[in-house]
């Protein structure tokens, strides 16, 4: 690392990162594809579920009176988002699983000794030289400073990322 650049990457690993993160964004967008599928699938389902319960709650609110209707259509309604909910959060779970499951195949591949050089130079970067830098089991490195801690292990990593996509993760389970 040049003294002037301490953020900046030797252009030796720049082909290696360059294809770790290629590998993985592929792998994520495949992931993404199959987890809105099966996220489509769900809501589909809880959909349907949701306008048989609407159904039946209109036949029935038609042989009980209109007031008698309005309260079983918000009860149907509740109960649509109850099932929803759940689903949406399942998937949004088996995502983020799946990308930190991924990510951590990244230990088993070639480059990983070149990240994670680079993960250690980055957090020596965020904490000083002086830092106690440590592998994390998951792969990636934890570091520790005077009073700062630093996680660059690949699920922290990965989560960050998911976090980091915000709205975009959220559209997958919009209409």
């Known amino acids: 690392m040049t003294a002037g650049a301490p953020d900046r990457m030797p252009d030796a690993l720049h082909p290696v990162r360059t294809g770790l993160l290629r ?7 495949a992931l993404l594809a199959r987890v809105e599928l099966e996220t489509a699938a769900r809501l589909d389902q ?56 991924r990510v951590r195949e990244l230990r088993r591949t070639d480059g990983y000794a070149s ?40 699920t922290a990593l990965a989560e960050r990322a998911l976090d980091g996509l915000g709205a975009e993760v959220r559209s997958l389970w919009e209409p």
């Open 115 to 154: 990240l994670r050089e680079l993960l250690e130079q980055r957090a020596r970067t965020l904490l000083g030289p002086g830092a106690a830098v440590t592998e994390h089991a998951d792969g990636g490195v934890v570091a520790q400073g005077p009073g700062r801690r630093v996680n660059l292990s690949l």
């Open 46 to 101: 809880a959909r349907a579920e949701a306008g048989a319960i609407l159904d039946d709650a209109r036949r029935q609110g038609e042989a009980d009176g209109a007031d008698a209707a309005r309260g079983l259509l918000v009860k149907a309604r509740r109960k649509a988002r109850s099932r929803t909910l759940p689903a949406r959060r399942e998937a949004y779970e088996t995502l983020r699983r799946e990308a930190a499951e």
């Open 23 to 29: 590998a993985a964004h592929a792998d994520a967008e």
